[in-house]
């Protein structure tokens, strides 16, 4: 497919060249940004009640093969408040669950629909998909990417520091998942720096790492990897972690307890941040395990802002894909 993504600004039209929204490291710097200022605007329209049914008409399928809240209510909502629909599609309820191919459940569910976000395990799953649809394809989520939910950090950072080039991010815990290979892409786009503390055997996928290497010293970025938590959150204005087993590595559970607790976010790790550093976290959360009560539920926390900023920012993304 060879639509584009297009913004009104000042008369003229902006266009991306991305007809779908897999990853944050297939957008460049210039696509993020016009993301992020379309987000505060639609977030302005919700919260002063202007009218803003840009989708009007419009039918976003959403399909999930793992449970959900905040993507789900967030992009069902999204829909509505923009004058669209959207329909709830669990991997069960369709024959995708009973061995369709991606391929034709794609091709199928592009004659009805105008758009399809899909919440699964393997990334190629999501890009089988957007091979064979004719409409955009969404990533709500898959096992190594979560590039809607860093948006919405991106957005929060923006609204809470005023700015996001220069700033420095720290991600501590399991950084071989979706959060961490998002927040490198969204990051290094952006020209944040970025700091990941991790124990052996969890550092990011290489691949994703060189890329985004390769990719900072363009934004003028930085990226560092190492297993001391202390050295690695020193001076950082925004700290994030996020669950130490995600979903599909129950099994796991005993033993990550035992080898992420030294990068649990507590107030003696957090000494080191900058003193009005802020807390991000996308929830759900384990408070005792990778975060103290004292952390997201205390002055430092954004957590529920930034849930908040799932809505606004997706919206922005399904306006740019779904309008016209």
């Known amino acids: 497919m060879q639509s584009v993504l297009k913004w009104e600004t000042n008369k003229e039209t902006y266009h991306v060249s991305q007809s779908h929204f897999l990853t944050l490291g297939s957008f460049t710097q210039k696509d993020i940004h016009f993301l992020l200022e379309d987000a505060i605007k ?40 923009l004058g669209g629909h959207a329909i709830f599609l669990s991997s069960n309820d369709i024959q995708l669950g ?48 979560h590039p809607a939910q860093v948006l919405a950090d991106l957005l929060t950072i923006k609204e809470h520091k005023g700015k996001l080039k220069g700033l420095k991010l720290c991600y501590l815990g399991d950084a071989n998942n979706n959060m961490s290979h998002s927040l490198i892409e969204g990051t290094v786009k952006v020209g944040m720096h970025i700091s990941i503390a991790c124990p052996n055997g969890f550092e990011p996928d290489p691949t994703i790492l060189n890329a985004m290497k390769k990719e900072a010293l363009i934004t003028g970025s930085s990226i560092q990897v190492g297993k001391c938590p202390v050295e690695l959150i020193k001076n950082a204005d925004v700290v994030v972690t996020d669950v130490w087993t995600s979903m599909g590595q129950e099994s796991e559970t005993e033993e990550r307890l035992k080898v992420f607790a030294p990068y649990q976010v507590n107030s ?57």
Request: some cysteine.
């Open 98 to 145: 009973r061995g369709e191919s991606p391929a034709d459940t794609a091709k199928v569910l592009s004659r009805y629909v105008d758009g399809l976000m899909i919440r699964t395990f393997d990334h190629q799953t999501l890009e089988e998909f957007a091979l064979h649809s004719n409409v955009p394809i969404i990533n709500g989520l898959t096992d190594s990417h």
């Open 42 to 81: 639609l977030k302005k329209y919700q919260k002063e009640g202007i009218p803003h049914s840009f989708l009007q008409g419009k039918v976003l399928a959403m399909l999930f093969e793992k449970a959900s809240t905040r993507t789900r209510v967030s992009f069902e909502v999204a829909m509505l408040q």
């Open 268 to 324: 003696e790790l957090c000494k080191y941040a900058k003193d009005d550093f802020i807390f991000l976290h996308c929830l759900p959360a384990h408070r005792g395990e990778e975060v103290t009560a004292e952390i997201i539920d205390g002055t430092h926390s954004v957590v529920f802002d930034e849930a908040e900023n799932r809505l606004h920012a997706q919206k922005a993304i399904l306006k740019a894909l779904l309008g016209n």
